[in-house]
């Protein structure tokens, strides 16, 4: 019998993670304590006091060491058994809040580690399956990008990252993405990988499927229908449960100057504006029907009248709903870095990055086109006369609408990103679809009391409005739509 292959060297040990510094300070007590400080991400975490011999052993977390080489370490700087002993403890300190990695290494060098995304998770690993012939697979949700100059292996169902030291450690994550790999697969390929299957187990990245090739999370009442972009965003735009940038923290912040709180003319020939109409607020006040009654009145109308919405009915709907009402200058004594303004609907930050178009398909007063409203001068700039891009616009809508009506008006809401996330991070995409949400119902409730049809739209063609509009998605991104018409004729 030829002799068995040597073992794969394999170890595992633990290493603070990146950005994480220990800092110790004498205490000042009689027996040499001294006072340990974690610092991450701009926090100070006291994790309390240990033997100036076991702090200084905890240095070793700077490199790397697993629990005997930490004993070690505290001995050589001249640590008692009791100091040891507290030595590991605080490492177990450290763990439980998150501060350390564990990292898989072997002869070639590092090979992945696992990096806790939230504190008081269990470092525990899953043992594989007893089948050899069990199949295991990566999670659908499961996703592999860059971050901080590394590939990494995240997922919205957990709380965890896998980085990825060797491309040994890819390849077998590849695998486990399509397919999948039997047990007898991965212990062929080596104890490095067998380690990482039980991480990627233990972490909910991974599973065994079932006889017809499904995950839990495939056949889960729950789960099977969420899609990845969708939880991946539901749960990255939230706290909880990761660590990315979140919040107000002011990425763009002396970086790139942040947008204007107006988006600059689109249209520079005079004979392209179309000054609108207003509302004349002060008997709208006295004569519009209570809010309540408003309220109780509304909703979706997807049919218009035989005689078109008029201009004047079109400027008093984007005077009410819509218009600037002031510009805010910046004032950063309030941590208001910049331009802000006042409209009629509430919107975070009073970014307003909100941008509203029309399409005109069918309407008094106002030629079929395509155009910008500018709610500072309260007047429209006419972008384009090109029917054939009027009709594809009208005709999205009307698919829209369950064929059910071609708008008079179709009204595009774009988002012009860099005014949120020059401030956001994490959250720019879900705060913009919010206050389109509140566009929608500043609409409704609008074209109830002015007795209009409105309807919001749940799809539209970002492409197609792209271009029509001519501007780059990722500059002002396409976010919905809204029809408006003249009222139905009573059957
Ligand atoms: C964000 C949003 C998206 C919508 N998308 C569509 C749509 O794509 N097609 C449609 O016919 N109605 C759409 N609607 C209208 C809803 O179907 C309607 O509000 C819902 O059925 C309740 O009826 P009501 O508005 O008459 O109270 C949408 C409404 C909102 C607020």
Redesign the pocket.
Known sequence: MPPAPPEEEMRTFWRLRSGCTIHHEEGGQDDGAARLTVRYADNAYPIGACAAASALALDRLREGCDEPRLAEAAAQEGADAIAIAHCLHLLVVLRRYGFVNEVIAGAAGEYAAREPMSSHLSFASSPLPQARQARLRLSRFALLSRHEGEAVLESPLSSWRIRIHDPAAAILICRLMGEGMTVAAIEEAGKRARTLAGWLLACNLAGEIDAEGHLPEDTDPDLRFWEFHDLLHARRSRSGGHDHPLGATFPGRGIVEPLPAVKPAMVSRAQDIVPLPRADLESACRDDPPFQAVVEA???I?AHGRDPIRLEQVGAFLYRSARLIERVPPAPEHELFYEASRRPWPCGGAAYETEIYLTINNCEGLDRGIYHYDPEHHRLERLSRDEGMVDALIETAWH???Q?VRPQLLLTLTARMRRLSWKYRGMAWAVALKHA?VL?HAFYLTATTMGLAP?????GNTELVARAIGIAPAVEMPI?EFMLGSLPEQP
């Open positions: 509304r909703h979706s997807r829209s609408a369950a059910t949400g929608y309807c919001g739209l749940g799809g919905g």
